[in-house]
């Protein structure tokens, strides 16, 4: 009964070994290094690609915020028509009509200053011609001014205002945003490293399936020969065959997630898969455990300066303060001065503005203009709860950045604790798959002299497998705490 319900395990097993070999045959063999999948994976990897764009995105907010400096060019033309009189005086005599014709053109440019004084400008010109008909005869006229007018904040938008915040904001979230993308690099190249770690422990575990499924097949050969000759009873043959169909369903398994590893990686490092589905990774670096020496302090000060979410933290504590600076200004009442300064003309010939642009090359109607303007909102309730709002900001900003730079202290401790812890596993597992390996070899030579059994054989070849994927994961595990660490 037993040997009916092993042979379709063995057979199962067997077609899916074959289909699977099959696949291998198809597939294109890329030996790689562990430098050489984390270039692809920078090149290629799909959430790096997506994460290019922020900083990108964000330089144009930025731009979108300096086109507040922009001047802003106007041109106008006006035409009037005017026509007055033409009636009877108190006399009963006739008052002739006045009809007068007016084209005006005016020109500006207004903007603010780019700098921090707050300042705005308008340089501005004007010229108009009126002419017409009256009862004394026809006439003709122009006129016209060109000047500069400015306009200086002394307490609200003094130093900052809307445009100022805008672009320091801009300027605060492109950092923010390149930050980021190093904090994307960084994760993916992290997962690589590990998954390339997985790949190498999976490969080498299939090796260990495959060297138990070795033993397993070699004591059910021998066991047949004894049970054939007599000095065995069948019993033992059939734990040996089903100790066979276990390794094989282990080594079915081993493959399975070596496959998984496979993919895993594949999905870090391109961009189409359908590409990548043949080729087959072929890990180049060995599980060696490299000798680290670990100091706190230095790690500590390196995840401080250089770990992107702190330094995105220290961004966002700024940017509060860049608004919470501005909405502090917006409390103080208005006060501008202003000034201005040009020259005017006027003058009357029938050459159309003759007189007018004549005049402003000779500069001899100069004028000029200076004075304050004060104004304050009463009560200024809104600036006053957004400037209590940015302080609440600002002290929930710092204790954000507080808490994580904690965090991160007590996560690189557990990361050095984890990198040592696993690197005296590393000569633990070594020792105890000797001693596996040992002990096996012993009791299959009490087994060939009759004083063991099969079930004690069987044992011992099962903890050598676990011993053997014990030491294979330990110095797995340690080259990804390493990995850990450095992210």
């Not at 938008?157 to 980021?180: G, I, P």
């Not at 220290?314 to 009442?333: F, H, T």
């Not at 159309?352 to 909102?377: L, T, V, Y």
Request: proline share 3%.
């Amino acid at each position: 009964m037993r040997l009916r319900l092993i042979f379709p395990v063995v057979l199962c097993v067997g077609l899916a070994l074959s289909a699977q070999e099959k696949a291998a045959t198809n597939a294109t063999i890329r030996a790689v290094t562990l430098t050489d999948v984390i270039q692809m994976a920078v090149e290629r990897n799909l959430d790096i690609q997506i994460q290019r764009f922020t900083p990108d995105l964000s330089l144009n907010d930025l731009r979108v915020a300096l086109g507040g400096y922009d001047p802003n060019f106007t041109f106008g033309y006006t035409h009037n028509y005017s026509k007055v009189g033409g009636s009877l005086d108190a006399n009963k005599n006739p008052t002739p009509a006045s009809i007068s014709d007016t084209d005006s053109f005016n020109t500006g440019f207004t903007g603010i200053v780019p700098i921090e004084t707050g300042m705005s400008y308008n340089l501005f010109g004007n010229v108009s011609e009126t002419y017409g008909k009256t009862g004394a005869g026809q006439f003709d006229s122009s006129s016209g001014r060109i000047g500069l007018s400015v306009t200086q904040p002394l307490l609200r938008n003094f130093l900052t205002d809307t445009t100022r915040l805008n672009v320091s904001v801009a300027r605060n979230r492109l950092k923010y945003s390149e930050w980021q993308l190093k904090f994307q690099i960084i994760t993916v190249a992290t997962a690589v490293e590990t998954a390339y770690y997985d790949l190498i422990f999976n490969r080498e575990s299939v090796k260990v399936q495959e060297k138990a499924l070795e033993l397993a097949e070699r004591l059910l050969a021998d066991n047949k020969k004894r049970v054939e000759v007599g000095a065995l009873a069948p019993l033992d043959e059939k734990q040996a065959e089903s100790q066979v169909a276990a390794r094989r369903s282990d080594l079915l398994s081993a493959q399975r997630s070596l496959d998984a590893a496979q993919n895993a990686l594949r999905r870090l490092v391109g961009d189409d898969y359908a590409t990548l589905h043949d080729v087959y990774f072929e890990p180049t670096d060995a599980l060696t455990p490299v000798v680290q020496f670990f100091d706190v302090q230095e790690s500590w000060h390196k995840g401080l300066e250089q770990r992107p979410e702190v330094r995105q933290a220290r961004l966002d504590l700024e940017r509060n303060g860049i608004q919470l600076k501005y909405y502090r200004n917006q409390v103080y009442p208005q006060l501008d001065i202003t000034g201005s300064y040009g020259f005017g003309a006027s003058g009357g010939k029938t050459v159309e503005f003759s007189d007018a642009f004549d005049n402003f090359r000779q500069g001899n109607r100069p004028f000029w203009s200076a004075g304050a303007i004060f104004s304050i909102p009463l009560g200024n309730t809104a600036a006053r709860a957004r400037r209590d709002s940015g302080k609440l900001s600002v002290d929930q900003a710092l204790l954000v950045l507080k808490k994580l730079e904690q965090d991160v202290m007590v996560s690189i401790d557990d990361a050095i604790k984890t990198a040592k812890s696993n690197f005296e596993r590393i000569d633990s597992t070594r020792q105890a798959r000797l001693y596996a390996e040992a002990a096996l070899d012993a009791e299959e030579k009490k087994l060939a002299n009759g004083k063991s059994t099969s079930f004690v054989v069987l044992q011992l070849q099962r903890d050598l497998t676990s011993a053997r994927s014990e030491e294979i994961r330990a110095l797995a595990d340690y080259n990804k705490s390493l990995a850990a660490l450095s992210q």
